[in-house]
């Protein structure tokens, strides 16, 4: 595949707007747990934070709209919720999550100032960088992502090519699916259908208008960037694994990010870190607060509506920014376990011809996987024991994933009833 010049400066905005906080501090964790077996976890992980999220830029390549036609054939009522439920997780979780990082990584260490302080700086500089919405994607594939990912290459190629080799043994008995878990918590499948958005409305104001050249730039640019994510991701987790003697078991994921920077870098270790932390983090929080607004401005058409969502998910971004990683993540989980199964059929779906994507399959397939995955969500809201006779009846419920088999067999039945009832019209 031939890179064009604009899919590339895309391809470049669209890494950077997937790689923020979780991207950096999830990987090196899985390496650090999983020694010997690091590259069956970096397979998991790839799977669900890589491969789901470019599946969801070419569904958005070929639906050229926004996040709302992704569910909008099963029924319109049920596409605006899901969407502004989506919003809602994105501004609320991850976005404020690059906050907390960036002050545990890139702030604590040289200043003693709060976590709400820098959380406040955070966000009005992010404010202030979305503002001008028609310079974004080209701010970002122009000089931030650059930054990026000279700063990581510093960091990973020192581990990479050092004489460490992986070493402890693996925490799980099936690391692959370890690693698909983990990658959920990058958010990535649910990033794809928030900057997906973005990038189709970023290339038309660009000026490409038929809808072949917007496909080609997207499909190009999504290629780019997943190939950028799955180098990283690998090198992330490899040298996680590499460095088990030289950390306690209780380490922390942003020490540990830390720790492997230091033994990399040596005494540049904590700036280049600094740096990379806060430059990749930012960029994410600049692509789901634009994305909100982008909807938002979307659905009413108001000159106003743009400013104003992107100033209540910056004032949001730096109340839940001011609260630690762990906390963060651990809000994040029982809300994964619903939403994100719902947004990987629908990614799927998306992706496939448009005769196995009717009305009829799409209800079908959404209400049995929306029913089926309750009872992996219910189990960190209410006692396990409570959803524990429900979940047996479930197959791979065991695993977290009690929602594929009923969704596929909804697929299949679905498939099978429009075929019958097509041939019968005929």
Not at 202 to 217: A, D, M, Q, W
């Amino acid at each position: 595949m031939k890179f064009t010049r604009e899919s590339l400066i895309v391809g470049f905005a669209l890494f950077a707007l997937f790689f923020g906080a979780g991207n950096l501090i999830l990987p090196p964790f899985l390496g650090f747990f999983n020694g010997p077996e690091w590259y069956l976890v970096a397979l998991g992980f790839v799977i669900s934070a890589v491969g789901l999220p470019l599946l969801g830029i070419l569904a958005h390549a070929r639906l050229q709209g926004s996040i709302f036609n992704f569910a909008d054939k099963v029924s319109p009522l049920f596409s605006l919720i899901f969407s502004i439920l989506i919003y809602i997780i994105s501004v609320a979780l991850p976005a404020p999550r690059t906050a907390a990082v960036t002050h545990e990584i890139a702030i604590q260490p040289f200043f003693n100032i709060s976590a709400l302080t820098t959380s406040i700086i955070y966000f009005v500089l992010v404010f202030l960088f979305v503002i001008r919405r028609s310079e974004v994607i080209n701010n970002i594939g122009k000089y931030l992502t650059p930054a990026i990912l000279l700063l990581l290459l510093a960091i990973l190629l020192s581990g990479i090519f050092s004489d460490l080799t992986p070493t402890g043994e693996s925490i799980t008995k099936n690391p692959v699916l370890y690693g698909f878990f983990e990658g959920y918590q990058t958010f990535d499948a649910i990033a794809a259908l928030v900057v997906g958005g973005v990038i189709i409305l970023s290339v038309k104001l660009k000026g490409f208008t038929t809808s072949f050249e917007i496909r080609k730039i997207v499909t190009q640019a999504a290629v780019f960037a997943a190939l950028a994510l799955l180098f990283v991701y690998g090198a992330l987790i490899y040298n996680g694994a590499i460095v088990y003697s030289e950390f306690s078991v209780d380490v922390t994921r942003t020490q540990l990010l830390s720790g492997i920077s230091y033994l990399n870098l040596g005494i540049f270790a904590q700036t280049g870190l600094s740096i990379l932390v806060a430059l990749a983090c930012f960029t994410t929080a600049v692509g789901i607060t634009t994305g909100a607004g982008d909807f938002m401005a979307e659905r009413i058409a108001k000159p106003f509506v743009y400013t104003a969502t992107v100033t209540v998910a910056c004032v949001l971004g730096i109340v839940i920014g001011a609260l630690s990683v762990n906390a963060i993540i651990e809000i994040a989980l029982p809300v994964l376990m619903l939403i994100y199964p719902l947004t990987i059929v629908l990614i799927l779906l998306n992706v496939l011809n448009e005769k196995y994507r009717t009305t009829f399959i799409m209800r079908s397939v959404v209400i049995v996987t929306l029913l089926a995955s309750l009872p992996d969500a219910l189990q960190y809201l209410i006692s396990a024991e409570k959803v524990m006779a429900v979940r047996e009846w479930i197959p791979f419920s065991d695993v977290g994933l009690g929602w594929v088999l009923p969704a596929f067999i909804a697929f299949f039945l679905a498939g099978v009833y429009e075929q019958f009832r097509n041939s019968s019209v005929l």
